[in-house]
Every structure is written in structure tokens, then in C-alpha cells.
T-cell receptor
Framework: GAVVSQHPSRVICKSGTSVKIECRSLDFQATTMFWYRQFPKKSLMLMATSNEGSKATYEQGVEKDKFLINHASLTLSTLTVTSAHPEDSSFYIC?????????FGQGTRLTVV | GENVEQHPSTLSVQEGDSAVIKCTYSDSASNYFPWYKQELGKRPQLIIDIRSNVGEKKDQRIAVTLNKTAKHFSLHITETQPEDSAVYFCAASRAGHNQGGKLIFGQGTELSVKP
């Protein structure tokens, strides 16, 4: 299957700092990527759709100024959590689709202290 | 808006028994229904999927059924093994060009298979 790589897998940051998470499709081009957030023992909540060359589409209730998404190339989307706070601690995971099948990155465990 | 409901939230079975997980969806335009298995701290892995032009699909011990009229689909695992223990998610999507990959997930089912 296709490969999606996400980096870093774990990050610990201080409150008030920003954290960037990268999502790369390694063997296919993805005009669209998706960012999800997952709380412990909970489902994947779609945060936003990342569109190559245009603005991301955010789901209702997700602050676009808080979670900045950039999709500058056909193989890379980045999610930046700005001015992180402890409540932003979570598992963030991206996906990219080839045809109809979605391929997920490894996920990023963010801990804000 | 789009919504996927999944039941049960937890399921415990004895090794060798069958497990059934059910999902309903709200968006009648959905036409692609994948099932994922997720182990703790890992990425979801696709285990089986079904498209709306098919009512049932089987792959060894795993099968999925789809009832488009009722807008529900189910995962069936037969002859369960301890390694089947994980969290299972259903999802629904409109698999057209502009919507491809936007998955709406169910709440998840934590399956425990006891030896």
C-alpha cells in the first residue's frame, strides 16, 4: 500500500510555544490531506482538510488561527499548533488518499507542559 | 451534518466466538465504507472496505455487510483470536473526486478476545 509518513512521532513542548507536525506522502501525490485529532480511548475527530495550493477547510469548532495548516506541495502538509496549552495535548494523525483508500501517518503524540 | 454511530463501544468475546460491530450513517450520499483496526498508540489499519454497489464482502475471517436503504453496515469477525483484540472503527465517505478520503468515523469499539 501507499506510505504516509508523519513527523515527529512524539513531542513535548512548553505552554505558549508552537509545534509543527509534518505529513508526507512518500510514494504518491496528494492534492488533499486530512488532519485528525484523537483523545485517549476516543474516535478520530476530523479537524481540517488540507488542500494543496489553497486554504485549508476547517471543521466546525476547530480554530483555524490555533491550528495552522499549510499544504505547499503535492507531498507535504504541515499542522502547526500555535501557542500550545495543556488542553491541546492529544494524538494528532494525518491521512492522504489514493483513489478512495485513506492511508494514515504514524501519528504524533503531543504533550504540552 | 454527517454522522456515523457505532455500537457497541466495548465487546468481549471468548476465543473462537464471533464478533459483530454495527454502524449507521446519516449522509445518504456516502458510498464508501471502510473498517479500521487500531492498536494502542498506532495508526489505524484498513482491514476491509465495501462500496455501495455491493451488499456484502468477505475476506477470510472478516466480512462486512451493507444495507443502503437502512443506512447501516456491519463488521463480522468469525473464529476470533486474541490478536484480534484492538479498537475497531467504522467510517463513511463520499468517494468522489472532490471528496475522496474525507472519512467520518464512528466512535470505535474496543474488542477484547479472551483466551
Amino acid at each position: 500500500g501507499a506510505v504516509v509518513s508523519q513527523h515527529p512521532s512524539r513531542v513535548i513542548c512548553k505552554s505558549g510555544t508552537s509545534v509543527k507536525i509534518e505529513c508526507r506522502s512518500l510514494d504518491f501525490q496528494a492534492t488533499t490531506m486530512f488532519w485528525y485529532r484523537q483523545f485517549p480511548k476516543k474516535s478520530l475527530m476530523l479537524m481540517a482538510t488540507s488542500n494543496e495550493g489553497s486554504k485549508a477547510t476547517y471543521e466546525q469548532g476547530v480554530e483555524k488561527d490555533k491550528f495552522l495548516i499549510n499544504h505547499a506541495s503535492l507531498t507535504l502538509s504541515t499542522l502547526t499548533v500555535t501557542s500550545a496549552h495543556p488542553e491541546d495535548s492529544s494524538f494528532y494523525i494525518c491521512s492522504a488518499s489514493r483513489q478512495t483508500e485513506a492511508f494514515f501517518g504514524q501519528g504524533t503524540r503531543l504533550t504540552v507542559v | 451534518g454527517e454522522n456515523v454511530e457505532q455500537h457497541p463501544s466495548t465487546l468481549s468475546v471468548q476465543e473462537g466466538d464471533s464478533a459483530v460491530i454495527k454502524c449507521t450513517y446519516s449522509d445518504s450520499a456516502s458510498n464508501y465504507f471502510p473498517w479500521y483496526k487500531q492498536e494502542l498508540g498506532k495508526r489505524p489499519q484498513l482491514i476491509i472496505d465495501i462500496r455501495s454497489n455491493v451488499g456484502e464482502k468477505k475476506d477470510q475471517r472478516i466480512a462486512v455487510t451493507l444495507n443502503k436503504t437502512a443506512k447501516h453496515f456491519s463488521l463480522h469477525i468469525t473464529e476470533t483470536q486474541p490478536e484480534d483484540s484492538a479498537v475497531y472503527f467504522c467510517a463513511a465517505s463520499r468517494a468522489g473526486h472532490n471528496q475522496g478520503g474525507k472519512l467520518i468515523f464512528g466512535q470505535g469499539t474496543e474488542l477484547s478476545v479472551k483466551p
